[in-house]
């Protein structure tokens, strides 16, 4: 604004926002605002048509038969071959890693919307059609998906012809329970093959709640997961019946929660959970402002209190020992950039610092001759920390590995967040190619990932000196990524630079 409420004009090609009032008028009659409800609805569902049969006839340009070039070594992994729904059978493996960056999200996302399109364009052609028309909703067209994606032609069809005529005024639950009575009419086997099908995709996973909470995610058998919640109900309230007085949600929790990691019992193997926390040290000290930056516990961001409250439980602010199977290191960050220079142990450190055991060496009669301080004794200067050299081989060294694996988190590939320990150290520039195995040329890339960088054709992998990793598709579409922590913004301008160049008043 300038001085007396004058507006001043935007600067060239700064983008003006749109703002609610000039899209909706508050004058309009109530008739047209319902009117424009529904337009948008079927609006909405003739996108979803046209985005449906766009990503179906890509998918059909990426046949199977490109896979062949991966060969045995290239092909996919078991846990791969039973997750990928029969509607991608035809499909090329890398084909739901190119939609995701295509779009811009996570490969599940991209694998639903992938099937989706296809068994609509197929199999599901008339619901397409209402869909396009607008008489059907987005929710709707998925509820046919979810109850007839797997059924035959015949039997798709015949539910089809009975439930859409009557969809466009039927609500969501009654069009399910519709489709549901008329799928197990034609096809009596229909909900025990969902069943089987379903209990082969169970799995355990973690859901991020609010106010740095989890939910831990148990599919299986409805019966067993009956009983098991019945069971930590039972020991929930026993609980309770000893004196604790919890809220019996917490209990539950509490229970659910002992009973797997199960920290009493000492007579079994221990089983070791590797946790992995990023975190700054001045977010860690007892007297941290409340601003303090957020800590990073697995991939996702906590308080740094609730990192504090972590440590401390496992008497780590201080870096005292480690748990059994666990280990202790410092990663050294540039303050300027957030690059990871070095991961550090806490013997490493001291030596760095010049606080490590000091030598004594023997003089040749095979007297004590004094304090070398080789090592570094107290007080004295360490030779500091630096990244792992590079090495000859093929294969990272451990402290190689260690530093990679710190800095980039989890997989580099954009929209890919696997932890560490289910991914390879890739070479950016191949090592037959000339490029050296050092932590500049390395990052960290999950065998899916990796597997498509060497095998699939078509895409391009650069990694760049400043860290960052650029993925191109087959289609043209570049993506890039870098590690977490590193910012390349340009720095702010220093105060003094006003001093040499006043602001245009004019400008004010």
């Known amino acids: 604004m300038e001085d007396g409420g004058v507006p001043r004009p935007p600067e060239d090609g ?16 109530e008739l047209e605002l319902v009117c424009d409800i529904w337009s948008a609805d079927a609006c909405m569902a003739r996108e979803h048509a046209r985005q449906a049969a766009t990503i179906a006839e890509l998918a059909r340009r990426r046949s199977v038969e490109r896979d062949a ?56 052609a008339p619901t397409w059609s209402e869909l396009y028309a607008g008489r059907l909703t987005v929710r709707k067209a998925r509820i046919l998906l979810d109850l007839l994606g797997d059924a035959d ?5 015949g539910v089809q012809a009975r439930v859409l005529p009557g969809a466009e005024a039927c609500p969501p639950g009654r069009l399910a329970d519709r489709a549901r009575y008329h799928l197990y009419r034609l096809d009596a086997d229909a909900k025990e093959r969902r069943r089987r099908e379903a209990e082969r995709r169970a799995d355990v996973h973690v859901e991020r709640t609010a106010d740095d909470l989890g939910r831990l995610v148990i599919e299986g058998p409805l019966p067993a997961v009956h009983a098991a919640r019945d069971a930590v109900d039972q020991y929930a309230r026993w609980m309770r019946a000893d004196g604790d007085d919890r809220p019996m949600g917490v209990l539950r929790s509490a229970a659910a929660l002992d009973l797997i990691l199960r920290p009493w019992d000492t007579s079994r193997p221990p089983v070791t959970a590797q946790l992995h926390i990023h975190a700054g040290v001045s977010s860690l000290r007892p007297d941290a402002p409340a601003g303090a ?31 059994t199977g666990g280990a202790v290191h410092v990663a050294i960050d540039d303050p300027t950039t957030g690059e990871t220079l070095a991961v550090a142990s806490r013997a490493e450190l001291r030596r760095a610092a010049g606080l ?30 630096r990244p792992p050299p590079p090495t000859r081989g093929y294969r990272p060294t451990a402290a190689q590995r260690r530093l990679v694996t710190a800095r980039d988190r989890h997989c580099r590939m954009p929209g890919c967040r696997r932890r560490p320990g289910r991914h390879d150290l890739d070479h950016g520039r191949a ?52 590690p977490p922590g590193w910012y390349h913004d340009p720095e702010p301008d220093p105060p003094w630079l006003d001093d040499l160049a006043p602001p245009d008043p004019l400008r004010m």
Request: glycine fraction near 10%.
């Open 69 to 124: 070039a991966f060969g045995p070594r290239g092909g996919p992994g078991p846990d791969s071959r039973a997750m990928r729904p029969a509607a991608l059978a035809d499909v090329s493996d890398d084909f739901v890693s190119e939609l995701a960056l295509i779009r811009h999200c996570s490969e599940a996302e991209a694998g639903r919307l992938a099937a989706e399109s296809l068994l609509l364009t197929t199999k599901l």
């Open 356 to 385: 490590g055991r000091r030598l004594r060496r023997r003089n040749r009669r095979g007297h004590p001759a004094e304090d070398t301080g080789l090592n570094g004794g107290a007080g004295d200067d360490g030779p500091g920390v």
């Open 14 to 29: 700064v983008p003006l926002p749109v703002l609610p009032a000039e899209v909706v008028s508050p004058l309009v009659a």
């Open 153 to 157: 032609d015949e039997v798709a069809a």
């Open 431 to 482: 090592f037959a190619a000339g490029g050296p195995t050092a932590c500049w040329n390395l990052c960290c890339l999950c065998r899916r990932h990796h597997r498509i960088k060497t095998f699939a054709r078509g895409w391009s992998f650069t990694l760049l000196p400043d860290g960052r990793l650029i993925v191109r598709t087959p289609s043209g579409v570049s993506r890039h990524t870098r």
């Open 293 to 323: 930056a957020p800590a990073e516990l697995d991939g996702q961001l906590i308080s740094a209190a609730q990192c504090r409250e972590l440590l401390a439980s496992l008497d780590m602010l201080n870096l005292g020992s480690a748990p």
